[in-house]
């Protein structure tokens, strides 16, 4: 089935510990995108690519790397995170015909 | 710049309507509309692109004003499965990357 996958579902992390976000997508759409999703903030972009090998900064990119070494994957980096990175991630790719396919999200907290 | 969704909560009586705004600081190529249920992922609704053509596959309507950067989602005759929280989602002129901004949302609740 044509979609969008990310694991984990849910993570817990402490404060200063790194992890990597995975995203998928089988659609063989050359963009991808990360946004972060906070009570009353709405979807926020992180990152995004354009195709294999490119990222570019989104509108709260502080914190976070990305990199796009496949067409169909985007990996999203904490390299130490901190308790305001405590969200639902969300990676989508554009569907078809229109509009964005979404990941089912993931869940991080950091205490 | 996130676009401005208004009003930020609604609620509803199932059948009556209710109709919900976002409105944009910046020129727009296109705005999208996304229904979110608690929990789970966004999921499209809407595209409206510049010389007013409309693209969707609910039985839901939106209009999209470019002069004035807004646009606002329709929602007749509302039925349970209308409840959610709503997001538009904005795309700007410059570049092929298709990246859009979304608003703050608007909270949606049909009663029965």
């Known amino acids: 089935n044509a979609g969008v996958t990310q694991t984990p579902k849910f993570r817990v992390l402490k404060t200063g510990q790194s992890m990597t976000l995975l995203c998928a997508q089988d659609?063989?759409?050359?963009?991808m995108y990360w946004y972060r999703q906070d009570p009353g903030m709405g979807l926020r972009l992180i990152h995004y690519?354009?195709?294999?090998?490119?990222?570019a900064k989104g509108e709260v990119p502080d914190g976070y790397n990305v990199s796009r070494l496949k067409k169909q994957n985007f990996l999203l980096g904490l390299e130490s995170a901190a308790p305001s990175q405590t969200s639902v991630y969300f990676c989508?790719?554009?569907?078809?015909?229109?509009?964005?396919?979404f990941g089912s999200g993931t869940r991080l907290t950091v205490v | 710049q996130q676009p401005v969704q208004s009003p930020q909560a609604v609620i509803l009586r199932e059948g009556e309507d209710a109709v919900i705004n976002c409105s944009s600081s910046?020129?727009?190529?296109?705005v999208h509309w996304y229904r979110q249920k608690h929990g789970e992922a966004p999921v499209f609704l809407m595209i409206?692109?510049?010389?007013?053509e409309q693209k969707g596959h609910e039985k839901i309507s939106a209009s999209f004003n470019e002069k004035k950067q807004q646009s606002s989602l329709y929602l007749t005759a509302s039925q349970l499965s209308y409840s959610g929280t709503y997001f538009c989602?904005?795309?700007?002129?410059?570049?092929?990357?298709?990246?859009?901004?979304f608003g703050t949302g608007t909270l949606l609740a049909v009663q029965p």
């Open positions: 989602g904005t795309q700007g002129y410059g570049g092929a990357t298709n990246k859009l901004i």
């Open positions: 690519s354009v195709g294999e090998g490119t990222t």
């Open positions: 659609m063989n759409h050359e963009y």
């Open positions: 989508a790719t554009p569907g078809l015909p229109y509009g964005y396919t």
């Open positions: 409206l692109l510049k010389g007013g």
């Open positions: 910046k020129a727009l190529y296109s």
